[in-house]
Nanobody, 130 residues
Framework: QVQLVESGGGLVQAGGSLRLSCAVA???????????MGWFRQAPGKEREFVAA????????RYGDSVEGRVTISRDNAKNTVYLQMNNLNADDTAIYYC????????????????????WGQGTQVTVSS
């Protein structure tokens, strides 16, 4: 079972930035470079929402409509880590952010459905004050 650990969340003022990280926990290694990775978020009383994902080879990324143009997903395969840079944050971005690993090795497209992912981190809280 893969274990993912998110970090970087916190309290930020509207208009500010945060960089989230998601690393593979020690002892739970897998061929990270062969799997797409994604970020989702869930606010209280709302459904889980797709934020961003990067293809296994890093050649393509997809973003949710609500964050398009304000966030950038990247990966460092040498560090088994995926990042989410978030800029110009607003109150609607307040949520718990989860990273996730694709269930399929070397998928030919960027997955965006939570059904495409089979391992999840514990989440990191992002709170944006207006």
């Amino acid at each position: 079972q893969v274990q993912l650990v998110e970090s970087g969340g916190g309290l930020v003022q509207a208009g500010g930035s945060l960089r989230l990280s998601c690393a593979v926990a020690s002892g739970f290694t897998f061929p990270f470079s062969q799997f797409a990775m994604g970020w989702f978020r869930q606010a209280p009383g709302k459904e889980r929402e797709f934020v961003a994902a990067t293809k296994w080879d890093g050649d393509a990324s997809r973003y949710g409509d609500s964050v398009e143009g304000r966030v950038t997903i990247s990966r460092d395969n040498a560090k088994n880590t995926v990042y989410l840079q978030m800029n110009n944050l607003n109150a609607d971005d307040t949520a718990i952010y989860y990273c996730a690993k694709d269930r399929q090795r070397r998928r030919s497209y960027v997955p965006t459905s939570h059904w495409d992912f089979n391992s999840w981190g514990q989440g990191t809280q992002v709170t944006v004050s207006s």
